[in-house]
């Protein structure tokens, strides 16, 4: 059994990781910006703000697609005895 000890370090990298999956980043782009970080370099940091702008963009869409879908569920929900039950009748 190997027992691994990880500093807070570590651990804080694992979870920006798996935040970052999360939000959509692809691995490339995820690697992309951890190369830039670990640069150091205070020119990247526009590159770095725009590859999680990116992000941010694409999970906004995300949201809006959700909440579109929720909405129709609602509908179909709220108004089921009435208007969904016969439109399913006519798909039978």
Same mark, same amino acid.
């Given at each position: 059994?190997?027992? /691994? @000890? $990880?500093? &807070? /370090?570590?651990?804080?990298?694992?979870? $920006?990781?798996? =935040?970052?999956? @999360?939000?959509?980043?692809?691995? +490339? =782009?995820?690697?992309?910006?951890?190369?830039?970080? $670990?640069?150091?370099? !205070? !020119?990247?940091?526009?590159? %770095?703000? &725009?590859?999680?702008?990116?992000?941010?963009?694409?999970?906004? +869409?995300?949201?809006? +697609?959700?909440?579109?879908? /929720?909405?129709?569920?609602?509908?179909?929900?709220? !108004?089921?005895? =009435?208007?969904? %039950?016969?439109?399913?009748?006519?798909? @039978?």
């Amino acid at each position: 059994m190997v027992i /691994r @000890k $990880f500093q &807070e /370090r570590n651990i804080n990298q694992i979870l $920006f990781a798996k =935040t970052m999956r @999360k939000a959509g980043l692809t691995i +490339e =782009t995820l690697k992309q910006y951890v190369t830039l970080v $670990f640069e150091d370099d !205070h !020119h990247t940091i526009p590159k %770095r703000k &725009e590859i999680l702008g990116k992000a941010i963009a694409s999970l906004d +869409e995300k949201v809006i +697609e959700t909440q579109k879908a /929720r909405d129709y569920l609602k509908w179909k929900i709220d !108004h089921y005895d =009435t208007a969904v %039950r016969e439109a399913e009748k006519k798909i @039978k």
